[in-house]
C-alpha cells in the first residue's frame, strides 16, 4: 500500500480527445467517468483483483484503487495500468492487499532513448535480460519495442 507519481499527459488515451478539432477544448469528463474508465482499463488486461474498486478526483488528479490481488505482479499492474494515462491520474492511492508474500517490483521511468535492451543492462548487467522486463509488463505491453518517454514500468528482482 502506498502513493505512487506519475507524469500527466503521458501514457494511454483512455478518452479519445486526440479526436477533437485543435481549437475545440474536449468534454469534461467527471470524477466517476474518470473512474469507470479506468476500472473498464483494468478489468480488460484481465488482472486477478477481487472487489476491485477505483475512484477519482478531479480536483487532484488522483486515483485510489482498492481490493485484494492475488500476486504482488498483479497488484503493480493495476497501479501501473492507471497512473499510465495520459487524460488522469498523476497520483495513484495504492489500497490494494495482496494474498501472497512477495517482494515489491522496482519501478521505472522510461527516459527518453531507452529500451528494454539498456534499462535491462542498467538494472541485470545484461541487456539480454529485456525480455524479462518485457514479461513483468504484460499485458501492458504488447510489444519489446513500444515503450515511451515518461512510462513507468515494472523491474522485478
Given at each position: 500500500?502506498?502513493?505512487?507519481?506519475?507524469?500527466k499527459?503521458?501514457?494511454?488515451?483512455?478518452?479519445?480527445?486526440?479526436?477533437?478539432?485543435?481549437?475545440?477544448?474536449?468534454?469534461?469528463?467527471?470524477?466517476?467517468?474518470?473512474?469507470?474508465?479506468?476500472?473498464?482499463?483494468?478489468?480488460?488486461?484481465?488482472?486477478?483483483?477481487?472487489?476491485?474498486?477505483?475512484?477519482?478526483?478531479?480536483?487532484?488528479?488522483?486515483?485510489?484503487?482498492?481490493?485484494?490481488?492475488?500476486?504482488?505482479?498483479?497488484?503493480e499492474?493495476?497501479?501501473?495500468?492507471?497512473?499510465?494515462?495520459?487524460?488522469?491520474?498523476?497520483?495513484?492511492?495504492?489500497?490494494?492487499?495482496?494474498?501472497?508474500?512477495e517482494?515489491?517490483?522496482?519501478?521505472?521511468?522510461?527516459?527518453?532513448?531507452?529500451?528494454?535492451?539498456?534499462?535491462?543492462?542498467?538494472?541485470?548487467?545484461?541487456?539480454?535480460?529485456?525480455?524479462?522486463?518485457?514479461?513483468?509488463?504484460?499485458?501492458?505491453?504488447?510489444?519489446?519495442?513500444?515503450?515511451?518517454?515518461?512510462?513507468?514500468?515494472?523491474?522485478?528482482?
Amino acid at each position: 500500500m502506498g502513493v505512487f507519481s506519475f507524469i500527466k499527459g503521458v501514457g494511454e488515451k483512455i478518452f479519445g480527445h486526440d479526436e477533437a478539432p485543435a481549437n475545440a477544448a474536449p468534454p469534461a469528463a467527471s470524477a466517476q467517468d474518470i473512474a469507470n474508465a479506468l476500472l473498464k482499463r483494468v478489468l480488460d488486461l484481465g488482472l486477478g483483483i477481487d472487489g476491485l474498486s477505483v475512484t477519482y478526483n478531479t480536483d487532484t488528479d488522483t486515483a485510489t484503487v482498492a481490493g485484494t490481488a492475488k500476486t504482488q505482479a498483479d497488484r503493480e499492474k493495476v497501479i501501473l495500468a492507471i497512473g499510465n494515462n495520459s487524460n488522469v491520474a498523476k497520483t495513484v492511492v495504492d489500497n490494494i492487499t495482496v494474498d501472497s508474500g512477495e517482494p515489491e517490483s522496482q519501478i521505472y521511468v522510461v527516459k527518453s532513448g531507452d529500451t528494454l535492451s539498456h534499462i535491462s543492462k542498467e538494472f541485470y548487467g545484461d541487456a539480454n535480460q529485456y525480455n524479462k522486463i518485457f514479461e513483468a509488463n504484460k499485458p501492458l505491453l504488447s510489444s519489446p519495442d513500444k515503450i515511451y518517454p515518461g512510462q513507468s514500468l515494472r523491474i522485478p528482482a
